[in-house]
């Protein structure tokens, strides 16, 4: 598609194929006629794949005429979400011929409603402009140990008891010990959605053509279990219980009863197929030094605690597939062995995603530095303090999902998603503030053909967009702001477990070398090192703004200087290697 026509229309995602046709339409006063399961649409759209056809539409527009054609209603929703698109900026639209349809199945976005509670309202909102951007799964992080936030019937205790806090803020509460409250404590942060609000938004969101993903949290990020029911956490051999275990005791066969319980529940209210269990970042430190969960281990003959993770997650895997569902986890559920039936998300980089494809599961990819929307989207000293490095525009829109994937493997990535994580995002505005325009990237990652578009093309869509996103009362970021060093292009060579990205503009070249958990930019012979964070990439701003006028400045936010002899050794890639993305 051309840019000038992408221009014209301004869709996000952009669609697969666009004509532009004579004359314009005044959408306010034509009808729109809808024709959903007709043979000659069905036949037009037979060589797709069934969930591609499923959202596939047609979209006419002529001066006196605006048609829908869809295999079903899901299609003819998306078609008139295009066309709600096309009128945010008024009625009068240029007359055209659309036919389009997603490359993936899952357009995602992640909400972490443990972190930060940001209530119903604020669901149902982001859900319509999801709908707007053709994204089509909610996942929601309704558990973690900064508060349990859905009513259980059969353990009302997690909500009486951990789903307030003192300390609104992720960090306060941290600092103060995580001090959990009740609903009536003077000061206290926090609240719960009950099974009749999550059905009302599971509802709200089907009427809309998304479907709401629950993530219940296991067996890491469970302190608040903990502390609510202390006789089901890990217990020292002297009999004292941690409350303050970060994990879930998978020694118990309470916890499993629990379990199953809780997410019984769950199923009740979340028609989804897929049910999200976590299993990311268990510590692991107090299964050691439990009773239970060293019986667990000899009756099972392990040698290692990392075996107990692997053991619940197959437990519960094989429980939610005799229920007729299907259990997504995080990377980690790969290191004990995937269990059967599976579906993993790819956070930590891309390998687990290949891993897991290599073997036959299916993947959801969402590496943290493309997809994690709780990094910076521009530098640190303009923005509100967020987790990682810079996830620009740019750089979430440059993600492929499919890249470095054999094609058979490719075959086995339901899609991508934008994982908004709330550890420094504490209110809803923030909130929004970092997910638009980046949801924007992931969309039109997501529902476009590969190379549909370039950065030039997409981001002026994104101005757009941003522009009917605000007048709609969405608090998006200012891409009118935006950092030249967050907008240049960048290009990259892959290493083996880092990147090394060449950025040239105006005249400099920079090399910036990514690896975990450090940064390294490197200019004039000088690497700085960037531990956490991108204040090199400020400091790299300014120096580009003043040159010669460098002091040490430059370096002293960063801590370390690296000597050029390291960098002449040859350990940093030379630009001239670069290829473009
Ligand atoms: C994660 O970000 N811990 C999945
Ligand atoms: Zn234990």
Redesign the pocket.
């Known amino acids: 598609m051309s840019y000038l026509l992408v221009l014209l229309i301004l869709l996000i995602p952009s669609p697969v194929s666009y004509t532009s046709e004579k004359g314009e339409c005044d959408a306010a006063r034509v009808r729109v006629v809808e024709k959903v399961g007709k043979k000659a649409f069905l036949k037009r759209t037979a060589f797709l794949a069934d969930f591609a056809r499923e959202e596939a539409y047609a979209l006419t527009v002529r001066p006196g005429r605006i048609l829908i054609e869809a295999a079903t209603p899901t299609g003819a929703f998306r078609a008139r979400k295009s066309l709600e698109q096309m009128r945010l900026e008024g009625d009068r639209i240029p007359c055209c011929t659309i036919f389009d349809y997603p490359r993936f199945r899952h357009r995602g976005l992640l909400i972490d409603e443990s972190r930060s509670f940001k209530g119903l309202d604020f669901l149902k909102k982001q859900v319509d402009a999801m709908a707007l951007l053709k994204l089509n799964r909610l996942h929601l992080h309704l558990t973690d140990a900064a508060g349990w936030r859905l009513r259980i019937e059969a353990y009302p205790a997690l909500t009486d008891k951990a789903a307030w806090r003192i300390g609104e803020r992720y960090i306060d509460w941290q600092n103060a010990g995580y001090p959990f409250a009740t609903a009536t404590t003077t000061g206290a942060y926090g609240g719960f959605y009950t099974r009749e609000q999550m059905k009302e938004l599971v509802a709200y969101a089907a009427e809309r053509h998304v479907e709401i993903i629950p993530e219940i949290e296991m067996p890491g990020h469970s302190m608040e279990v903990n502390r609510t029911y202390p006789e089901m956490a890990c217990e020292t051999s002297d009999g004292k219980a941690l409350p303050f275990s970060w994990d879930l005791c998978p020694g118990r066969d309470e916890t499993f009863t629990f379990l199953e319980t809780v997410l019984s529940e769950v199923m009740e209210i979340f028609p989804s197929r897929y049910i999200h269990i976590g299993g990311?970042?268990a510590v692991m430190k107090d299964w050691p030094r439990c009773v239970h969960c060293k019986a667990r281990m000899d009756a099972e003959g392990y040698t290692d605690v990392k075996q107990l993770q692997g053991y619940l997650v197959r437990r519960i895997e094989a429980f939610l597939r005799s229920k007729g569902r299907t259990m997504l986890g995080?990377d980690e559920i790969l290191e004990t062995g995937i269990p059967e039936g599976a579906v993993v998300m790819s956070?930590r980089g891309t390998s687990g995603g290949k891993k897991a494809a290599a073997a036959g599961h299916d993947v959801i990819m969402c590496p943290t530095a493309y997809c994690y929307l709780d990094y910076y989207q521009d530098l640190i000293r303009k923005e509100p303090k967020a987790v990682g490095p810079l996830n620009s525009l740019h750089r979430v829109w440059s993600f492929e999902p499919a890249e470095g994937f054999s094609d058979l493997d490719a075959g086995h990535i339901l899609g991508l998603q934008g994982n908004l994580?709330c550890e420094w995002v504490p209110t809803v505005s923030h909130a929004e503030y970092m997910l638009y325009p980046r949801a924007f990237a992931i969309a039109e990652t997501g529902w476009s053909p590969r190379g549909n578009d370039t950065f030039e093309g997409f981001r002026p869509r994104a101005v757009s967009l941003c522009k009917a996103f605000r007048s709609l009362g969405y608090n998006t970021f200012d891409l009118s702001t935006e950092s030249e060093r967050a907008q240049s292009r960048c290009y990259e060579v892959g290493r083996q477990g880092y990147q090394v990205i060449y950025q040239e503009k105006g005249g400099v070249t920079l090399s910036y070398y990514h690896a975990t958990p450090a940064r390294v930019m490197i200019f004039d012979g000088w690497a700085f090192l960037d531990r956490n964070g991108n204040e090199a990439l400020d400091l790299f701003e300014d120096w580009r703004k003043q040159p010669g006028e460098r002091s040490d400045d430059y370096y002293r936010l960063t801590g370390e200087r690296i000597p050029p002899e390291k960098f002449a050794s040859g350990e940093f890639d030379n630009p001239a290697n670069a290829k473009p993305l």
């Open positions: 990311d970042e995080w956070w994580w």
